[in-house]
């Protein structure tokens, strides 16, 4: 059973960085797609980048293109996010969650990822 476990949360001012850490832990890791995704309060869950296990489909938001960036290392069973000049409306608990490839390539649908970290809790706010 896949464990995901997210870090790296807290308050930042606008325009700064975070890099949000998703360690996932169980049988065969490695074979699965890391999807990062968010929820604002009284907003649904949205996708915001996926990774493929083989690291070749990478994909994000519009709203995050340019600006947030995934990768994952396989041996150490992480995936991250990197994310640059936040604002306002990047705040939100954010989620990492491992699911299966369609064609090899990642995709940021919810219903196709059946393991799910808990969340942080990203605040931008001056």
């Known amino acids: 059973q896949l464990q995901l476990v997210e870090s790296g949360g807290g308050l930042v001012q606008p325009g700064g960085s975070l890099r949000l850490s998703c360690a996932v832990s169980g049988v065969n890791s490695h074979y699965y797609a890391i999807g990062w995704f968010r929820q604002a309060p009284g907003e649904e869950r949205e996708g915001v980048s996926c990774i493929s296990p083989s690291v070749d489909s990478i994909n994000y938001a519009d709203s995050v293109k340019d600006r947030f960036t995934i990768s994952r290392d396989i041996a150490k069973n992480m995936a991250y996010l990197q994310m640059n000049s936040l604002n306002s409306e990047d705040t939100a608990v954010y989620y990492c969650?491992?699911?299966?490839?369609?064609?090899?390539?990642?995709?940021?649908?919810?219903?196709?990822?059946?393991?799910w970290g808990k969340g942080t809790l990203v605040t931008v706010s001056s």
């Open positions: 969650a491992a699911g299966g490839t369609i064609q090899g390539q990642c995709v940021m649908t919810p219903s196709n990822y059946h393991a």
